[in-house]
């Protein structure tokens, strides 16, 4: 059997909630001038947003630009109630969007085009370009906004909108890995057009990054389904679904999958743009 035929996805969806007063304080979350990992359970009702434009939604933001932080992009995890939704999501008008939708189905509405995007659904939206979301549905629609400034070249154009589903992508697996590793690319690595890309990692059980990658990319990874060790800077770190880790440019990274199933994430990286040479912020 292929490991990356089309199985059955459970991607982790953030409840809310509060533990009880019994519980203990004390959990996994980090941050350091490297990384930070925001653990499942630390997103829970007390640290939700709210946001102009928005009806019947809520979100934890996992990521935003900062000193000693993120520097090039803003996650969310958003979380719409049945009738919710925006005809005004986006207040930047240089800001380009990914959706990856983890529950419920969401409408979505670019220009004059409306699509469905159930679990697994991914959107790219071009910057300045006008959209709308709203579930029509019974069940809350979860999704991912990662949200990332467009850094426009002389002579090469805009992307174009994409509208997939993962289960539509045949994951490109890495060279020399027996199908152990695998990548879900929505779109082209050598396609200019794109300063940043959204992907799906799957490992496989026993599945590893084999060395310390040092890169000057950004990274934000929020993992959807499985278990893992994760090589962050100096230290390793256990990682279960519904854990969100971000690592700073040239933080080392490498990673063991170690559950008894696939370990899979969401991840964010910026591309394909000289670094900028004036002063940060």
Known sequence: MNVFSKPN?????VRGGLPG????MTGRAIFTEAYAVLPAGVMRDIVTSYFPHW???????????????????????????????????????QAQAVLFVTAGELGLTINSDHSILKPG????IPAGTKWAVANNGSENACFHWVRKRYE???GIDHPDVIVTNEQ?????????????????????????????????VTFQPGGVIPFEETHVMEHGLFVLEGKAVYKLNNDWVEVEAGD?????????QACYA???????YLLYKDVNRHPSLKPFG
């Open 9 to 13: 996805r459970n991607y982790h969806t």
């Open 21 to 24: 007063q019994t519980e203990l």
């Open 55 to 93: 009806e019947r939604t809520r979100g934890w933001i996992i990521a935003r630009p900062m000193s000693g932080f993120a520097e090039t992009f803003s996650q969310y995890v958003m979380e719409v109630a049945p009738g919710g939704g925006s005809d005004r999501p986006e207040p930047d008008s």
């Open 121 to 124: 659904g991914y959107a790219y």
């Open 152 to 154: 426009a070249v002389e």
């Open 168 to 200: 539509d992508i045949a994951p490109t697996p890495m060279p020399d890995t027996n199908g152990c590793w695998a990548t879900t690319r929505f779109v082209d690595p050598e396609d200019l057009r794109h300063d940043m890309h959204v992907t799906i």
């Open 244 to 252: 969100f880790m971000w690592l700073r440019a040239f933080c080392p």
């Open 258 to 264: 170690g559950g008894p199933g696939p370990f899979r």
